[in-house]
């Protein structure tokens, strides 16, 4: 038996531990984990020098842009991001121009992609006008669904619980995840103005109106919708314990959630916005210790189910206003978010096993990204390779994305990406691109 490609000398992530073997790689799936003297021949050889093989990062929580906002990010640049960071699939938001909320839109979106993309493309799209266009949107192919409560964007009204019930019963009967934005409109407007009519523009200002209490009430009224409907509920960037203590409770009750948290949730603090001031700007916005403290302890425990980057790009200028409150809200993470990660591993604060299970596997499972996340015969050849001695100097004028800054500019550590495969096919190699653009796969959701 000849097969396209075999990596040897590999350290593989499995659901029992490492294992020393490599994998044998035909067309786009894997069809053999074994011993070198087990494996068959390739065509092409990859020697991983001892490194390690895992399975290939879901990034869960993405902003491509492109279309009318591909000035910030487009799909080429963002995956090609994607591919340096470890990343082998990433899930697309819909809060672009035009906003992604029907079946049109979506389509369009997905056709624009295919030529333009070096790794795999998930696409989850907002609520449509319409309830009855869910079930078409999701049978187009959308990943999910993503319900903003902090701003209008799609189709139904998020001041009123009864249609948001009515939209979560059909996407419930869709099988197909809800990603929610828990942030309560009401509470930021009415902190906005108060403090606005105060002459009040500042970092302490924009944490006052992004509070705890507005994520924690939202997030709340998120659970309980999903608890009436039976809907599968995802709740997005997790930064407040208050917010996961209520997402910690409605789990012990048997609420269908799961919660994902961010690696600047978890490695910033509010006194790292105060001293980065707009670039750093995120929502929801960076936390107090104690928060990043009681993160890390569920997290550590097995309690959190994601980790994802929110890659949120802008130009320099949506960043620098002069005034904070026409800052545009995001940190860019593909090419970060991993090597963040890997010096926590490093550090003991984070296990090689829990990393797969945050970025892998689970966010494979709660997307329903049939054979992925796992090294597994017959599962598609979606594989990061791991260098865990590597030491790295972020500097983000090198990014691949379009968008060159970060609270992380400067910061070093160890372990590193080195290879990345997405269906087979080699994308990244020690830092460069080489894969022809086109590489990637649209994946698309089946519903019955």
């Known amino acids: 038996m000849l097969v396209d490609t075999v ?82 699939t990433v899930i697309d938001m819909p809060n672009n121009s035009p906003v992604t909320m029907s079946v049109a839109t979506l389509r369009e979106r997905m056709q624009l992609a295919e030529s ?27 990943a999910g669904f993503k319900l903003y409560l902090n701003q209008q964007i799609g189709g139904i009204d998020i001041n009123d619980d009864n249609v948001i019930l009515k939209a979560f019963n059909e996407v419930r009967r869709a099988k197909a995840p809800i990603a929610v934005h828990a942030e309560d409109k009401s509470v930021i407007e009415r902190t906005q103005r108060k403090l606005v009519e105060q002459g009040r523009d500042d970092v302490c200002a924009f944490l006052q109106v992004h509070s705890p209490e507005a994520e924690e009430k939202a997030t709340k009224r998120a659970l309980e919708l999903s608890t009436k409907s039976g809907a599968q509920l995802h709740v997005c960037h997790v930064s407040s314990q208050f917010a996961m203590r209520a997402i910690l409770k409605a789990k012990r009750l048997g609420c269908n959630v799961t919660c994902e948290v961010t690696p600047h949730h978890l490695l910033l603090t509010s006194e790292d916005l105060r001293k980065y001031g707009k670039p750093a700007i995120e929502i929801p916005p960076l936390r107090k210790r104690d928060d990043v403290a009681y993160l890390w302890r569920q997290l550590q425990q097995g309690l959190v189910d994601t980790i994802a980057s929110d890659h949120a790009p802008h130009s320099l200028s949506e960043k620098q206003t002069e005034s904070i409150w026409d800052a545009k809200s995001g940190i860019v993470g593909l090419e970060t978010m991993l090597p963040l990660l890997l010096a926590q591993v490093n550090k003991g604060l984070l296990t090689i096993q829990q990393l797969v299970r945050l970025a892998s596997r689970k966010p494979a499972e709660i997307y329903h990204l049939e054979d992925r996340g796992n090294l597994t015969q017959g599962s598609f050849a979606d594989i990061t390779v791991v260098d865990l001695k590597k030491e790295y100097q972020i500097d983000a004028s090198k990014f691949h994305s379009k968008a060159k800054f970060s609270p992380f500019d400067g910061w070093k550590g160890k372990g590193m990406p080195v290879k990345t495969l997405a269906n087979g096919r080699l994308i990244m190699d020690e830092g460069e691109i080489v894969a022809r653009l086109g590489t990637g796969r649209v994946i698309r959701s089946r519903v019955d």
Do not use: M, W
């Open 7 to 88: 990596l040897c000398d590999a350290r593989i992530s499995t659901n029992k531990g490492l294992l020393e073997a490599g994998i044998a790689i035909d067309e786009d799936r894997i069809v053999r984990v074994a011993k070198r003297t087990n494996l068959p021949k390739g065509s092409k050889q990859l020697n991983l020098k001892g490194n390690l093989a895992l399975p290939g990062f879901i990034d869960s929580h993405v902003h491509l842009r492109d279309q009318q906002l591909a000035y910030r990010e487009d799909f080429a640049s963002g995956t090609s991001a994607a591919a340096i960071g470890g990343v082998t």
């Open 116 to 142: 333009r993309i070096f790794v795999n493309v998930a696409f989850n799209s907002a609520f449509p006008e319409q309830l009855y266009e869910i079930h078409r949107i999701a049978k187009t192919g959308a």
